[in-house]
């Protein structure tokens, strides 16, 4: 085998030997390895293994005979392959290597461990291509459950671009209430979800992607819409509305703004989605409390009309939430990032 570097590195050990405390000679068994013990038999197992690079570069040394070429075949320099090489053997508490000026050899001990690294590194390898493939498949789909405002106002722009930059990745989106997302998101059954409300749903964790506001709105034929006063949230409270069912986002902000002022009337209908109760407002039924975000097309068309009310405030906190503990990855985490950006 050729030296390449070897002979030279091999003589610097001889050298030193005397002042390398704890650095075995080439073809010498380190200490504690005499009487046939390993210098550490306790503690968790990654204590007592080498790692991969390690495994890989004793395996680099057996198939090209030079710690030097080794060293470059790995990626590092040849000292600091000489010095894995060293731990390695003292983690072990056997000699592995014979380094001489023509090149490196595997003691018997090396062989032997050698076999057993090609084993580990072979298993490492079908781990990192099963990791592989997990990724692909979960870079291959996002399940979205969103609140119906953020569905239906603003996640359709967020998840054109998200398709522009991931094309081979399929969006599935569920609009529901803030309880349904955080149910969907708790069971496993959605990767990321989006709420309003005025906080993170338990078992949740989330951060702030925008900001929203409730506003009165009625049918220009309304009589609030003919009043030259300003509302009043005791008014508001005490007059039926048409409403989002509880467990909704809006709601939850409604009901909290209101509890002060006597808390709200039996609503007189109580919908499911937002263009319903837009609907029945429009129809003149009765006024509402919606978001300013999915009432401004009626408002440009002047289909309805914002009452003004004049001690209550309604703002609220967008959200994206996922599970505890589960920070979003992939094409969930790439989304999130849209929304901030937007």
């Not at 000679?25 to 005499?34: F, S």
């Not at 590194?121 to 996002?142: I, M, N, Y």
């Not at 569920?174 to 338990?202: C, H, I, K, Q, Y």
């Not at 949230?233 to 703004?257: K, M």
């Given at each position: ?6 002979g030279r ?34 503690g ?16 680099a ?13 790995t ?16 983690q ?28 580990v590194?072979?298993?490492a ?24 405002t ?16 991931r ?6 989106l ?14 496993g ?10 906080r ?11 900001h ?23 008014e ?42 837009k609907?029945?407002v429009?129809?003149e ?19 309805l ?19 505890s503990?589960?920070?979003?990855a ?13």
């Amino acid at each position: 085998m050729g030296g390449d570097g070897d002979g030279r590195e091999a003589a610097r050990e001889e050298t030193t030997r005397g002042g390398g405390r704890g650095q075995p000679r080439p073809g010498a068994e380190p200490a504690g390895a005499r009487d046939g013990r390993a210098p550490e038999l306790a503690g968790p197992l990654a204590h007592r293994v080498p790692d991969l690079g390690a495994l890989e570069l004793l395996l680099a040394v057996a198939r090209l005979g030079s710690l030097g070429r080794a060293a470059r075949a790995t990626g590092i320099t040849q000292p600091a392959a000489s010095s894995r090489i060293r731990s390695m053997e003292r983690q072990l508490g056997v000699a592995l290597v014979e380094r001489s000026p023509r090149g490196s050899r595997l003691t018997d001990a090396g062989a032997l461990v050698t076999d057993w690294a090609r084993r580990v590194v072979e298993a490492a390898e079908a781990f990192d291509a099963g990791a592989q493939a997990l990724r692909g498949r979960r870079d291959s789909r996002l399940r979205v459950a969103a609140s119906m405002t953020i569905a239906e106002y603003l996640l359709p722009g967020w998840l054109i671009a998200l398709r522009a930059q991931r094309p081979g990745t399929a969006v599935s989106l569920l609009a529901g209430n803030s309880s349904v997302v955080a149910e969907r998101l708790l069971t496993g059954a959605a990767d990321l979800g989006f709420v309003e409300g005025l906080r993170v749903p338990e078992g949740l964790d989330g951060t702030v992607i925008g900001h929203d506001r409730l506003i009165v709105v009625a049918a220009p034929s309304h009589p609030w819409s003919r009043r030259r006063t300003e509302l009043t949230a005791a008014e508001l409270a005490a007059t039926p509305l048409i409403l989002r069912e509880r467990g909704s986002g809006t709601r939850e902000v409604l009901d909290a703004a209101l509890a002060r002022h006597g808390g709200l009337a039996e609503p007189l209908l109580e919908l499911a989605s937002t263009t319903a109760v837009k609907s029945a407002v429009v129809s003149e039924a009765a006024p509402s409390v919606l978001s300013e975000l999915a009432v401004g097309e009626e408002l440009s068309a002047r289909r309805l009309v914002e009452i003004p009310v004049r001690d209550l405030r309604l703002g609220r906190d967008l959200r994206a939430v996922w599970p505890s503990g589960q920070r979003p990855a992939g094409p969930a985490r790439q989304l999130l990032g849209l929304t901030r950006g937007a």
